[in-house]
């Protein structure tokens, strides 16, 4: 038939635009493809609608150009009207589309187009294999509305029936979020987790609605309101009306993210204009400022330098550095970003706050996903725990990354509709993670160039020995264990997929991944071989 589809700016039911659809005989219609239906997984969605259209709105699953399962929704009105759907799929398709039509002679405004398996609506609305791959990496604390998609975030417009809350326009990323992962959601994804939530404010340095500071300021007010107000204040009445009455009690809270371009003294500025509200509200939050993203002294116009002098040391608990190293600096980059480690703990210890611990809220390789990547996150894992005194919190960045994205190919969790693989980095994180001790040890031995740390358990049965070769010859590695420790067991996973390029995709998520080889004990000195760009875990059983 004669139609056709535009966006239309006219009366849009929640945001700036809407789709018109428009067809004088036959079907006109849009299509989304990249969909996965599992058999037997009901899905439900819906749409919102107004215009005009006597045959209704039909709404079709489809494999291909066959149509699995079709509906009709009633005609729609003149005022906006939710419609709802679902259908339950009687095979697995891989690569299904919807489809939403309108017939004979209709014109039809459609809006808030949703869809999703009863398989996600049991994990509060997240993709199970997803929310897998995430608690996979056990993190402490997850940073959100994280990095630049901070700059333009109006937390207010994430809040609420979806129906009602804005679309952020995040251009920088090419993209439209349509809010639904808003505060409510976030913090019920960090409870799903056993994960701390971190906040980061929008204090308008990137902002386009041209606010004075103050209003920034009431902005950033209200949100710790509801999230920890009591249910009788203003907002926390707001989140007890959107089912939350308990207050979140979120502790951490960043000032900002990535506030180059202010100039160091104009964002020290700011942090003394932000934080004594915020802590005179909740006295007990945790506040990190933003630190350079350099391993040099200097970097950014003495940023770190700046902001660890002077009296704004005492208004905040933690400086958020970032840092991406070049890929092909996988072993020299760790030890750059160790030193500046140094350098930052010698300024912390002489300022006017010598309690100060460094946050690094992000950190990876740039646009790399191959064995690189998780050389580099081993080597600074290791960092991580040998600098311990200084170094608190650790986020990694990309985390989550569908495979169509153009760019920032270096996340950890990379998907699309039909599955999802770890990057090797991940793959090392979690290797790590599995093997974490809380107690760091003095490791003994002749490492030839090995990065390694020893760390023990609380109970000191059991000792974990972390390395890393990223040389390219093979390194035999002896450890004595001091102390009047005996050790008894001696297991191995390595990581050595033998080329730098190696990497896992959908089609082998496993490629890159830990395997068992063999640690020998002689007396109380463990001995180890790593092969050339390798890293692996040691398990030590140990008595007393």
Same mark, same amino acid.
């Given at each position: 038939g004669n139609g056709g589809a535009a966006l239309d700016a006219k009366q849009p039911l929640n945001s700036d635009l809407s789709l018109h659809l428009m067809v004088s005989g036959g079907e006109s219609g849009v299509v989304q493809k990249g969909l996965r239906l599992t058999r037997n997984d009901r899905v439900r969605g819906s749409l919102w609608a107004r215009?005009?259209?006597?045959?209704?709105?039909v709404v079709r699953l489809l494999d291909g150009e066959k149509a699995l399962t079709e509906t009709t929704l009633p005609p729609p009105t003149a005022a906006w009207k939710e419609y709802a759907f679902d259908f339950t799929p009687s095979v697995t398709v891989n690569n299904a589309s919807i489809q939403i039509g309108i017939k004979g002679k209709a014109n039809v405004w459609l809006d808030q187009v949703s869809l999703m398996a009863d398989s996600s609506r049991e994990m509060g609305g997240f993709r199970p294999d997803l929310l897998q791959a995430v608690a996979g990496m056990k993190a402490p604390i997850i940073r959100w509305p994280g990095g630049s998609f901070v700059g333009n975030y109006r937390w207010k417009d994430g809040i609420g029936p979806q129906s009602k809350r804005r679309v952020y326009p995040a251009t920088i990323w090419d993209d439209r979020d349509t809010n639904s992962l808003g505060t409510d959601e976030f913090i019920a994804l960090c409870r799903r987790l056993g994960a701390e939530?971190?906040?980061?404010?929008? *204090? #308008?340095?990137?902002?386009?609605?041209?606010?004075e500071r103050p209003a920034y300021i009431q902005e950033a007010l209200d949100w710790m309101e509801y999230c920890n107000g009591p249910a009788d204040s203003r907002w926390g009445k707001v989140r007890a009306a959107n089912g939350h009455p308990q207050p979140y009690?979120?502790?951490?809270?960043? *000032? #900002?993210?990535?506030?180059?371009a202010m100039g160091a003294d104009a964002y020290v500025q700011a942090v003394k204009d932000f934080v004594p509200p915020m802590r005179k509200k909740y006295p007990s939050v945790k506040i990190a400022v933003c630190g350079g993203h350099n391993t040099s002294a200097g970097n950014e116009g003495n940023w770190d330098e700046t902001l660890l002098q002077g009296d704004v040391t005492k208004l905040y608990d933690y400086l958020s550095i970032h840092h991406y190293e070049n890929a092909d600096r996988f072993g020299e980059g760790v030890q750059d970003f160790d030193d500046h480690f140094v350098y930052?703990?010698?300024?912390i210890r002489a300022s006017q706050n010598p309690k100060i611990k460094l946050y690094v809220s992000e950190w990876n390789v740039r646009e790399a996903s191959d064995w690189r990547c998780g050389l580099y996150a081993a080597g600074l894992l290791n960092v991580f725990e040998r600098r311990s005194d200084v170094v608190e919190i650790g986020g990694p960045a990309l985390f989550m990354r569908h495979v169509s994205a153009p760019r920032w190919d270096n996340a950890f969790i990379n998907f699309d509709q039909t599955g999802w693989f770890p990057a090797p980095n991940y793959v090392v994180m979690k290797l790590w993670h599995d093997n974490f001790a809380p107690n760091l040890l003095a490791a003994a031995g002749d490492a030839k160039g090995v990065n390694l740390t020893a760390t023990k358990s609380e109970k000191g049965d059991r000792v974990y020995l972390k390395a890393v070769n990223p040389g390219k010859n093979a390194a035999t590695v002896k450890v004595e264990m001091t102390g009047g420790v005996k050790l008894r067991r001696a297991a191995m996973q390595l990581v050595a997929p033998g080329s730098l390029s190696s990497r896992n995709s959908l089609e082998h998520p496993a490629a890159v991944a830990p395997k068992p080889v063999q640690a020998s004990l002689q007396a109380n000195t463990v001995i180890f071989t790593l092969p050339p760009i390798s890293a692996g875990v040691v398990t030590l059983d140990a008595v007393r």
């Open positions: 215009g005009a259209g006597s045959q209704g709105v939530p971190l906040l980061v404010i929008n *204090i #308008g340095h990137r902002d386009n609605r041209g606010l009690n979120v502790k951490y809270w960043e *000032i #900002g993210n990535e506030t180059w930052l703990r010698d300024l």
